[in-house]
């Protein structure tokens, strides 16, 4: 293509005259009015389904695609209003009929409320519940969340940037709760993603395990979202690919982090006892692939003050940290932090915390909740999506298949380092999720140490999400293996010669 030609394509791409597109929720509501899934609209447009999920929240495709959309919605239009004036011909006028919701609700699962309570998708007054979570059944009852009460101002709120242009009706509403109810799948309508992926790679790279192995690599992150659009089929939680973020959620420069604090540990026993140890450095398996399962937000955070924590909701709290007194055997579950003072911290650490405060524990006092940004939340969100993943990686360590367990480790873990501001995955944007899966590997790092610990081990080293270093007979506490509820060895070594020597790490091997 010579420059002229280029140009053209530029202006063409850009030119006024292209084909408008209808606003994000009539897109939605053409789509569903034909019985069609995103996926099935997704292949039709060769892209991913979380991507018609974000040109319905409000994001416009570009390009080629556009036309392709645009194409579709016209011609959905056209087919739903020919259907509409043949049944108005044959029954009458419909408006006689009663209104009936865009949305199925399956009625063994809906509850009436004695008192109305904030709906998980606007935070509104909602009368009935949909399996425990309050939420309006018509979703034209759902809109903006309410002011904050002028008594109870919030502090941080007022400098917060408005959500994006085209995008703010559907913030306002989250990620939306769709109640369709337990659907059974053929056998032939799940298919072994991650196999077909091993077995077509090898083949074509002629049976050659590293090409092989580079190449999934490579493709990690695009084939996980396509496993994760895969098992969201039937949930009851649509996800909102690209909602909008309060400014602590940012980065406050292009190279800089936001205001979030994931309390990974670092951290090495001060002192040992005297004479010479012999220190077991354990790998805990698949630290990210078990943190998929945390509570995670379904809608919009949003803004709340004062000391309180509810157990059904989910997301960040600026909080102010208690004192911790164990430091001589135990990790401080907020990691190492220099700097005292309230401190942004995600659900993970905060229910952490709130454990050790408790009676069972009685570790520390409990923490100062100052404010927080939450919402509706659930545990199982990515519960089919890890199952998967999971699953996959148990067979290939029975079968020796070093391919497919390189695969699947690397599409759990890049699925994670990309949900926040990454040029790798455009199809989620979801910092809040990543912090909050990062901090539960963190969490349930610690949460081994104390059983180590609770056991009679002598604990002496706490690192990141997967390092943990021991004195004593370990296999009495954790069963050896790869699997991940299992560890496995890492490395062996001695240290210590008095009562007043330092405690000194050894270097990892590699």
């Known amino acids: 293509m010579n420059d002229f030609e280029a140009i053209d394509a530029l202006l063409a791409s850009t030119a006024p005259g292209r084909v408008p597109l209808p606003p994000a929720e009539e897109r939605r509501r053409l789509r569903e009015g034909l019985n069609l899934s995103r996926a099935q609209l997704a292949q039709a447009l060769g892209v991913g389904a979380s991507t018609v999920g974000g040109w319905e929240s409000g994001r416009d495709p570009s390009g080629e695609v556009r036309e392709k959309y645009a194409y579709f919605l016209e011609g959905a239009r056209t087919k739903l209003d020919a259907a509409a004036a043949m049944a108005t011909a044959a029954v009458g006028d419909p408006a006689d009929a009663p209104a009936e919701s865009d949305q199925a609700v399956d009625t063994d699962d809906v509850d009436a409320l004695a008192v109305p309570q904030p709906c998980v998708l606007c935070g509104q007054p909602a009368r009935h519940q949909v399996e425990g979570f309050p939420q309006h059944l018509d979703p034209a009852e759902c809109g903006p969340a309410e002011p904050a009460q002028p008594e109870k101002p919030a502090p941080r709120q007022e400098p917060r940037k408005p959500a994006p242009a085209g995008r703010q009706s559907q913030a306002a509403r989250g990620v939306k709760v769709v109640p369709v109810g337990r659907r059974v799948q053929a056998a032939s309508d799940t298919p072994d993603l991650i196999g077909s992926a091993v077995a077509a790679a090898l083949a074509e790279h002629a049976g050659d395990v590293d090409a092989a192995t580079a190449a999934l690599v490579k493709r990690a992150i695009p084939d996980a979202m396509a496993l994760l659009d895969h098992t969201r089929k039937g ?276």
């Open 235 to 510: 949930g009851r939680y649509d996800i909102v690919a690209h909602p909008w973020l309060p400014d602590i959620l940012r980065k406050q420069s292009a190279r800089g982090a936001d205001q979030i604090w994931e309390a990974r540990p670092k951290w090495t026993r001060p002192e040992l006892p005297a004479d010479q140890h012999e220190v077991t450095a354990l790998d805990v398996n698949g630290a990210y692939l078990s943190a998929l399962k945390t509570h995670l937000p379904l809608g919009q955070l949003e803004h709340s003050t004062g000391d309180h924590h509810d157990r059904r909701r989910a997301g960040v709290h600026l909080i102010t940290p208690p004192v911790w007194d164990h430091d001589a055997v135990l990790p401080n579950p907020i990691g190492n932090r220099d700097e005292p003072g309230p401190l942004w911290v995600t659900e993970p650490t905060l229910r952490l915390l709130l454990r050790l405060a408790g009676p069972k524990y009685g570790l520390c006092d409990p923490p100062e909740i100052h404010e927080s940004w939450t919402s509706g939340a659930t545990e199982g969100l990515l519960e089919k999506f890890r199952i998967v993943l999971k699953d996959a990686r148990d067979r290939a360590i029975g079968e020796d298949d070093e391919v497919t367990l390189e695969y699947v480790k690397q599409m759990y873990s890049k699925f994670v380092s990309t949900l926040g501001e990454s040029n790798y995955n455009r199809e989620l944007y979801r910092t809040d999720w990543m912090h909050l899966i990062r901090s539960q590997a963190f969490a349930n790092l610690w949460t081994k140490a104390f059983k180590a610990y609770d056991e009679g081990l002598m604990v002496v080293r706490a690192m990141g999400t997967d390092e943990l270093h021991v004195i004593g007979d370990w296999r009495a506490v954790f069963p050896e293996g790869r699997g991940v509820t299992e560890v496995k060895v890492k490395d062996v070594y001695a240290v210590g010669t008095d009562q007043d020597q330092p405690m000194q790490a050894p270097q990892s091997p590699s």
